[in-house]
């Protein structure tokens, strides 16, 4: 635990997103956003963890966050997304969904965009539970079983499929450039193909039995098809989209809710997994040999089963080996990375050996020595 830094910022903090890196420099992340809620003025926050070119800091040692500036935000902070390095897109428990701009030379923030009633039933507001960006364009989700996509630089709305859901809308993610997935409180996955003019999902995907509601959902980076999800018992769940219509491998997570779930998004062998339950996990797969743990074989029920690594365009059946899997060959990994703690980590985000996450004890943790 010694990596870790803890910032008391006296607000609830519901999510916690790097800011992007460009792939052409090998830097680490030094700068992140935080979105607070149920608090008596939310706000959106900016915070680095670099130095600032000065060498002996006034408070705190280096990598300790430092605020760089913060705004007002109407309503609870229910998702955040950057969409480049200047502006990241909100999205709020009274519907609407906010794009704003950080002035890094003046160290300031304003609002750039706003769509204040973009979700909603016909006579009062529902939350915009959930948002991914693909700059320019914007896809949110709600409580309201809408999915609209805008676009950055235009004011109106590119397309709304009204009644994606009849349930509430927890979660999006791409799946590809023209696909996306969302899981809802019913315990379903849907793919949607934005080249289709159908308002129906081109696939559905469940949980069998009972019916517990998904809260968050990843995609792995290099196997576009293994996704993970996460929802109210605190089990992970990686799913094949080619195949079948359940998910392939269940593990037990967290004893409450699990809010979020990240693939590393470089190293996708190693997972985050964050829960009402005040534990946040690190899940690594590692075999007994150093070969890749794709090549073993066998039948394996564990996590080995989401690192799917083979080569582009590799052997196929290598990775149905793989994604059918014998666990004595493979092994899984769990390590706790906070400090024992009660109340509930809210939301992670991993970039490079960078993590970040933030609380209901109104505490952000940064780590910056994650071992990937």
């Known amino acids: ?144 079983g809408k999915i609209i996509v805008f676009r950055a630089d235009q004011e109106g709305v590119i397309r709304v499929i009204e009644n994606a859901d009849s349930s509430t809308i927890h979660a999006v993610t791409y799946l590809r450039t023209t696909e996306i997935l969302t899981v809802n409180s019913i315990g379903q996955l849907k793919l949607w193909d934005f080249r289709q003019q159908s308002n129906a999902p081109s696939q559905i995907l469940s949980l069998s039995g009972d019916r517990v509601p998904l809260h968050c959902v990843d995609r792995h980076p290099n196997q576009q ?38 693939f590393h998004p470089t190293n996708p062998d190693h997972l985050f997994t964050c829960s009402e339950d005040g534990s946040l996990l690190h899940w690594e797969t590692s075999t007994s040999s150093d070969m890749p743990s794709f090549l073993q074989g066998g039948r394996n029920n564990s996590m080995i089963s989401r690192s799917a690594m083979a080569p582009a365009g590799g052997n196929q059946s290598l990775i149905n080996a793989w994604l059918s899997g014998d666990s004595s060959k493979g092994r899984l990994e769990t390590t706790h990375m906070l400090p024992s703690q009660t109340l509930s980590v809210n939301s992670l985000d991993v970039l490079g050996q960078c993590l970040v996450c933030g609380t209901d004890g109104e505490a952000i943790f940064v780590n910056r020595q994650v071992p990937v």
């Open 1 to 144: 635990m010694e990596n870790i830094n803890a910032k008391y910022v006296s607000q609830k903090i519901s999510k916690t997103r790097w800011r992007l890196v460009s792939h052409a420099s090998l830097q680490q992340p030094d700068v992140f956003a935080t979105g607070s809620w149920d608090n008596e003025v939310n706000k959106i926050s900016f915070w680095s963890i670099g130095n600032h070119g000065s060498s002996d800091m006034d408070d705190g040692f280096e990598g300790d966050p430092q605020l760089l500036c913060e705004h007002k935000h109407d309503g609870d902070v229910l998702d955040l997304q950057f969409l480049d390095q200047d502006r990241i897109v909100t999205t709020s428990s009274t519907g609407a969904v906010t794009i704003f701009r950080l002035h890094q030379n003046s160290q300031t923030i304003s609002v750039a965009q706003r769509w204040p009633r973009a979700h909603g039933f016909p006579c009062e507001n529902a939350p915009c539970t959930g948002v991914v960006c693909s700059s320019p364009e914007i896809v949110t989700v709600g409580e309201d």
């Open 225 to 262: 098809h293994i996704v993970a999800t996460g929802g109210q018992d605190g089990m992970l769940c990686v799913w094949d989209v080619r195949q079948g219509s359940t998910p392939f491998s269940l593990m037990e997570a967290h004893s409450a809710e699990m809010w979020e779930v990240r």
